[in-house]
């Protein structure tokens, strides 16, 4: 079986392309976290929510016209990575784009539950065209992460959003007495990048690039590294060995801190956030029931001794 949905957005072929493949358009609307290797073969991880990851590689590219990707989740029996093939193709009516989504070789289950998380990123992503900036997704809300780095993940899913927001004349204000606010930018990559080099991955820091962007790219590559080599034992960050589950935590509490230095909040970027939708989308499985809400700035709860039920069943 298989899930079609056709939405018609308010940019030309190329710009729609632009949408659903590169790593800094995703996270507007789609993703938490992206690497996406663009080319026949290449490979691609989206984080679609904390702790629910999609890998798969890239089998046609026409751009402008057509994306095929092979597409499964990690950890998941029922849809492994490649699994299944999701088909985007672009058509240019009279205006905008006609964007179509077909996502097929799924069983009855999994197209049904894949037809609520597509509808409800396909309806994001028609707002993200059409508003043009990025607005908080209510189902990266996790108040309860099963682990570290289900927590660091969400922590990044706000930091992201108030990194995306800040301008030039931002960066020199004082949110606290000792750091301004490219020094805390500064402070965060650094570990990011220190994590990355401890974890093996070759991902540098670029201080050239905006906040976000910069800050993006290390903590996707530190993340994966992390979700691949699991929290066990130590790591070697340069200055001490380290438990591998302390440096996680040092990363989840270092966003946290920085995701509090917007001078000044936009409605947007404060958005109470519910924290599961109170209907459950079956990518892989149930997903938890409907929580209390919690702020976008508000510090993460403990983990739960208990993981959230799985998208895979």
């Not at 800050?215 to 438990?243: C, H, K, N």
């Amino acid at each position: 079986m298989s899930f079609e949905r056709t939405v018609i957005l308010p940019v030309n072929p190329d710009t729609a392309f632009t949408l659903v493949t590169d790593p800094e358009r995703l996270r507007r609307w789609q993703t938490v976290a992206c690497r996406m290797n663009l080319r026949v073969s290449g490979s691609y991880r989206f984080t679609m929510g904390p702790g629910h990851h999609a890998a798969g590689t890239v089998t046609e590219i026409e751009p402008g016209r057509r994306l095929v990707l092979s597409w499964g989740w990690e950890g998941s029996d029922a849809v492994p990575p490649g699994d299944s093939t999701l088909y985007i193709t672009m058509e240019a009516p009279a205006e905008g784009t006609a964007l179509t989504l077909c996502h097929e070789r799924l069983d009855a289950g999994q197209s049904s539950g894949h037809a609520e998380g597509w509808n409800h990123f396909l309806d994001r992503l028609v707002r993200f065209a059409k508003a043009g900036h990025a607005v908080p997704d209510e189902w990266n809300a996790t108040p309860e992460p099963a682990d570290a780095i289900t927590a660091a993940e969400a922590s990044l899913a706000v930091l992201q959003l108030v990194l995306h927001h800040l301008q030039e004349k931002d960066l020199q204000r004082p949110p606290c007495t000792e750091f301004n606010v490219s020094q805390l930018v500064d402070h965060l990559a650094g570990n990011l990048a220190l994590a990355c080099k401890a974890l093996g991955s070759e991902q540098a820091d670029d201080p050239s690039l905006a906040p976000e962007p910069r800050i993006a790219q290390l903590a996707q590559a530190a993340l994966e590294s992390f979700s691949a080599r699991g929290l066990e034992g130590t790591l070697d960050p340069g200055f001490a060995m380290v438990p591998a589950s302390v440096l996680s935590g040092i990363l989840t509490s270092n966003s946290w801190s920085t995701a509090g230095i917007s001078p000044r909040p936009r409605a947007r970027n404060s958005t109470w956030i519910r924290a599961w939708p109170s209907k459950s989308w079956n990518w892989r499985g149930p997903r938890l029931a409907n929580s209390s809400a919690l702020r976008a700035h508000s510090a993460p709860r403990r983990p739960s001794p208990n993981p959230p039920v799985a998208w895979n069943g």
